[in-house]
């Protein structure tokens, strides 16, 4: 993983409100026009910035009739998080331990009902 290209990708104002915007829409994604429109964007803008983000392993598209779909790939969102985590912290869990502690409550696990 090359975390340098992710992270410039993301360095730019309008690729990082994009990569926010489609993790926010997971899993249903979003067509390259609405977002666009959303971002009130240049189309051949969007189109440069999604590029820098495909590129980049943050994002991927599948045409659909003659839209083409963008989703978040939050599998690369995790690796990337996850690299930084390790990075950073070098191994030692004194230091990631109150990070991934802070990370937690962001997304609690849905409890079954079963229980």
Same mark, same amino acid.
């Given at each position: 993983m090359e975390a340098t290209e992710a992270f410039a990708a993301l360095a730019q104002p309008t690729r990082l409100e994009t990569f926010r915007l489609l993790v926010r829409r997971e899993p249903a994604g979003i067509p390259a026009g609405e977002? @666009? %429109?959303f971002l009130a964007v240049p189309q051949n803008t969007m189109? @440069?910035?999604?590029?820098?983000?495909?590129? @980049? +392993? /943050? $994002? +991927? +598209?599948?045409?659909?009739s003659r839209? $083409? $779909?963008? %989703?978040?790939?939050?599998? %690369?969102? %995790?690796? /990337?998080? /996850?690299?930084?985590?390790?990075?950073?912290? +070098?191994g030692r869990s004194d230091l990631c331990m109150p990070i991934i502690? @802070?990370?937690? *409550?962001?997304? *609690? *696990?849905?409890v079954s009902a079963d229980v």
């Open positions: 977002l @666009a %429109r189109s @440069a910035h999604l590029a820098v983000l495909s590129r @980049a +392993g /943050l $994002i +991927g +598209g599948e045409r659909q839209s $083409i $779909i963008y %989703r978040a790939d939050l599998a %690369r969102l %995790r690796d /990337l998080v /996850l690299f930084l985590l390790k990075d950073c912290c +070098g502690d @802070a990370l937690t *409550p962001c997304c *609690p *696990p849905k």
